[in-house]
């Protein structure tokens, strides 16, 4: 197993960004299996009405691909935000613990690293958004359930923070030896509704 620890700052900055809007509602879209300009271009209309998020530009001659179902966004705090109709998340790739490459019997260490990072993360993610809503970790014989049915699947830990028109979600997955889990980090996402 291989593993990354670099400083939170990406994240630290990604988490004030979508802590700032205080109502999803308006960047809500359809959610459903559309694609293509119609979806993106919707998609860059609604957060931009509602954010001061700035779009990837489009280089000339380049045209939106009719597979694509999101659009990402550039922050005045210069965080990278994917957004979905029904999904944001911050494009934070040199921030935070990660392991990879895990093997079969490297699934206790990829835990013990999971465990000892969550604090850290959960620390920064309510110093922004405040006391979640919700924190459990697959400790509890009813983990799975205890936030809404089958919220803890694929999770170690989770803490949800609610918002109008969406959820914050704090969590990381769980390793597991069958299928062989890869990768394992702490993450984040906001579900809209």
Do not use: C
Request: aromatic share 10%.
């Amino acid at each position: 197993m291989k593993t990354q620890d670099r400083p939170l700052d990406e994240d630290d900055l990604a988490i004030a960004d979508l802590a700032g809007i205080s109502d999803w509602k308006p960047i809500a879209g359809p959610d459903n299996d559309q694609t293509g300009p119609a979806v993106v271009r919707a998609i860059v209309q609604r957060v931009t009405s509602a954010t001061d998020w700035k779009p990837w530009p489009l280089n000339q001659g380049e045209k939106i691909d009719d597979v694509l179902a999101s659009w990402g966004f550039t922050t005045k705090r210069g965080s990278t935000i994917v957004v979905f109709p029904g999904l944001a998340f911050a494009d934070a790739r040199n921030s935070g613990w990660s392991a990879y490459d895990i093997g079969p019997d490297d699934i206790p260490a990829a835990e013990a690293g999971l465990d000892q990072n969550w604090p850290t993360m959960l620390e920064l993610a309510q110093k922004h958004l405040g006391r979640p809503d919700y924190v459990g970790d697959d400790s509890s014989p009813t983990f799975l359930d205890e936030w809404m049915p089958g919220a803890g699947a694929d999770r170690r830990h989770l803490a949800v923070w609610v918002r109008p028109g969406a959820q914050f979600h704090l969590f990381s997955n769980k390793p597991t030896q069958a299928p062989l889990t890869d990768a394992v980090g702490v993450t984040y996402a906001v579900y809209i509704d």
